[in-house]
């Protein structure tokens, strides 16, 4: 896959990130609900922001290695202790 994803770009990966971001919404109010439109809006931006904070990375809204690992575990480990 092709990292980094800069704020503006699309992606075919921002897809499956706005709906993993859609499911951590639904448990977590942290994060709002987002349109999925494949495009690294400022929406979504704001919520791997939110994510990059909350991993104790640099905010940047940027989706590096380390920020799609962040995603993808935060996901696993919701997906194992709540049956997401």
Do not use: C
């Not at 922001?49 to 809204?61: A, D, F, R």
């Amino acid at each position: 896959y092709e990292l980094p994803i800069n704020p503006g770009d699309e992606s075919p990966y921002i897809y499956l990130i706005q709906g993993m971001i859609n499911v951590l919404s639904a448990i977590n109010n942290a994060f709002l609900p987002l349109e999925i439109t494949g495009v690294h809006d400022e929406a979504t931006v704001n919520a791997i922001k939110k994510i990059q904070e909350l991993s104790g990375t640099p905010k940047k809204g940027t989706v590096d290695k380390a920020t799609w690992n962040n995603i993808a575990g935060i996901y696993s480990m919701l997906n194992q202790t709540d049956g997401v």
